[in-house]
């Protein structure tokens, strides 16, 4: 909705700053001077003593010359309440008696219908705490306080009790004049499928208002006194108002004091931010019902920057991290993350403040450990990693994982404490993990290798260093190229992919992509769905469109022999550039014979890989052991050991 010109300056005029800034400061009355609009009081965004935020009410500014917050009455309510601009300009208009600008007829019906059954739903609240007043509640009594909550802590959240009659809200709120349909459409009731009367949702049920954020009570959720219960909780049904995986329970005042910068903490439940919340803790939500959705995660990550999942310490409670994790990682930016408590086995949030007290929560969110954390105790826990094939299953799944990553930064450091984890739990022995990292100079990114095969930067600054990685990239692409239109040989190269490094703008991304879908139907599909540019970037380029093996789709064998000798030619590539960058470290020494010779033969081997094997009448190419053959003789071996039949040995009597 567009704001007509000078409605923010008629509404600056008429609430004074000084007002509004008022409800959230105390005035040092000794340094102000209110007759010339001049005013100062501690600063209600940080923590201090001193009076060091000044309100101009002549010009309608503030600025803290501690923090050096700055703004208008508009941005003082943004930051103060953690709302948006509109709800800001919305408080301060109702503030000041003026009326927001009008919509379009359609979105006006709307709002009116939807105020309405905001209407309905106070109307609900108030009919439920009032029950929880009466005989018929006392059982549902006896429960709060059992948990601890004082007659004040359920005025203070609207408890309320649903007794245990087909009809008693239905005909409370009709007695007042509320339409049957409003009534339905709200939630609080529901209709039979035999078109019958309309009879109560909840009934025999503990009631927790749902507010959304501007503080509208939009459903509710009850926990039924009755153990045999099918359902321990029930929430309200989807309506026009509720959409509860958008919505948060108690997101306004948590909203607000994460904005006086508590820690977000997102738990379980209602009885879980209850108790958090009394406890001090009162930036504390919970998802309604269901598990933390995306909509829920960036509106959480609009509240605070790392909100901290507070988890039940059950197997339910792990199992929600894990699927949190799922959800996250895609979603992953710069700045915005999420921090995990994992609680003491057995307990909630509420047993563990009554038993410890909220020092022992505060304690539990103290140690709460970052998401990569959690990834990695998901993969190895309780899992045992005694042979080479465990371990690259393992290093399979993590690299699965940390591509759903789209932030390559991001994505870089997971690799990297994955990488020190790693290290951690087979010692220094075991071969490293290869996390995707960003390249130290160009674009794109590599896999870093666990010693260093590229040049130093002196040497990698130089024209023929330029000329030989510009070389290798183009021989990774036709590489990429040929195996996503033959994805058949995906699997029969994929230890060597997986130990060759690629250094070409994405390449290694795209190699990692290849590893992880090697049984898709169709791995190209897949990996474009992903990366589109990356795929469009690698066939476009001219010596990939006019590689053999591209062209002919249908002949296997010869693009076999094209990504076997492309790949041998890269490790002898890669060992001549590892041999030359010892030996520019040996130049700072005595330079002798043996140096010269170590340089000579690097080349020598350079060049007789580029040639192939001469006395050979066929070409190059790498066995499946590794070892470099004549094709010759690699087709020879494969017709004898396909003309050898294998029996089953017969057991003798």
């Known amino acids: ?47 201090e003593k001193s009076a060091s935020f000044h309100v101009d009410d002549r010009k309608g500014f503030y600025y803290c010359f501690g923090c050096h917050a700055k703004g208008d009455a508009v941005g003082f309510v943004k930051e103060s309440d953690n709302v948006s601009f509109m709800e800001a300009v919305e408080i301060l208009a109702r503030e000041a008696g003026m009326q927001m600008p009008a919509r379009d007829p359609q979105a006006v019906q709307k709002a009116d219908r939807r105020s309405q059954l905001a209407e309905v739903m106070e109307e609900a609240v108030k009919w439920f705490r009032l029950q929880l007043k009466t005989a018929a509640a006392a059982e549902a009594r006896a429960y709060l306080e059992k948990r601890r909550m004082s007659p004040a802590a359920q005025d203070r959240w609207e408890i309320g009790y649903a007794p245990d009659q087909r009809q008693a809200l239905f005909h409370a709120l009709t007695q007042k004049g509320i339409a049957p349909d409003l009534i339905v459409d709200s939630g609080v009731c529901a209709k039979p499928e035999d078109n019958g009367a309309p009879y109560d949702r909840f009934r025999g049920r503990i009631i927790f208002p749902i507010r959304d954020g501007r503080g509208r009570a939009i459903s509710l959720g009850g926990r039924s006194m009755d153990p045999n219960a099918r359902a321990k909780y029930l929430n309200g049904p989807e309506t026009e108002l509720f959409d509860k995986g958008r919505n948060l329970y108690n997101q306004a005042p948590a909203r607000e004091a994460a904005g006086k910068g508590l820690p977000l903490i997102v738990a379980e439940g209602y009885m879980d931010v209850i108790a958090l919340s009394e406890a001090g803790f009162r930036a504390t939500v919970a998802p309604l019902g269901t598990a933390v959705t995306e909509d829920q995660l960036r509106l959480l990550w609009r509240i605070s920057d790392e909100p901290v999942i507070a988890l039940d310490g059950d197997t339910a409670g792990i199992r929600a991290a894990l699927r ?81 990553i789209a932030d390559p930064s991001i994505r870089g450091h997971y690799g990297e404490d994955i990488k020190a984890l790693r290290l951690t739990l087979f010692g220094r022995d075991a071969r490293p993990f290869k996390p995707w990292t960003p390249r130290v100079a160009g674009a794109g990114g590599r896999f870093a290798p666990p010693q260093p095969v590229s040049p130093m930067p002196t040497t990698r600054a130089s024209l023929l260093a ?67 540019e990356a795929v469009e970037t690698i066939f476009s380029h001219p010596h990939v469109r006019n590689a053999p093996a591209i062209h002919d789709r249908d002949d296997l064998d010869k693009a076999e022999f094209a990504v076997a000798q492309d790949l041998f030619l890269l490790t002898a590539e890669r060992g001549r550039l590892r041999e030359i960058e010892e030996a520019a470290q040996d130049i700072e020494g005595v330079v002798d014979e043996g140096l010269t010779w170590r340089l000579r033969k690097a080349t020598e081997a350079r060049a007789e890989a580029q040639r192939g094997p001469q006395d050979k009448s066929g070409e190059s190419v790498i066995a499946a052991n590794g070892v470099a053959l004549d094709k010759d003789e690699l087709e020879e071996s494969r017709r004898i050991l396909g003309s050898i039949r294998f029996e089953k040995p017969r057991h003798r009597d």
Request: proline content about 8%; hydrophobic content about 45%; some cysteine.
């Open 1 to 47: 909705m567009s704001l007509p010109p000078g409605f923010i300056d008629e509404l600056r005029t008429r609430v004074p700053l000084s007002q509004v800034v008022g409800r959230k400061v105390t005035w040092d009355l000794r340094k102000s001077n209110m007759a010339k609009g001049d005013w100062w009081a501690p600063c209600p965004f940080h923590q």
């Open 466 to 532: 330029q000329s030989d990685m510009l070389e290798e990239a183009l021989r990774e692409a036709v590489i990429l190229a040929t195996l996503m239109t033959h994805p058949r040989l995906i699997a029969r190269f994929e230890s060597a992919l997986d130990r060759c490094e690629f250094v070409g703008p994405g390449h290694a991304h795209l190699r990692d992509l290849l590893l992880i879908h090697v049984d898709a139907p169709d791995p190209r599909a897949v990996i474009e769905s992903q990366r589109p």
């Open 324 to 404: 949190v994790i799922d959800l996250a990682l895609p979603l992953l930016e710069a700045g915005k993350g999420l921090r995990f408590a994992v609680l003491p086995q057995g307990q909630d949030p509420d047993d563990l403040i009554k038993a410890q007290g909220p020092a022992a929560m505060q304690k539990v969110l103290d140690e709460a450990q970052p998401m990569v954390n959690l990834l990695w105790r998901r993969e190895t826990e309780g899992k045992v990693f005694d042979s080479p094939e465990r371990k690259a299953a393992l290093d399979k799944k993590l690299r699965a994982a940390l591509s759903k």
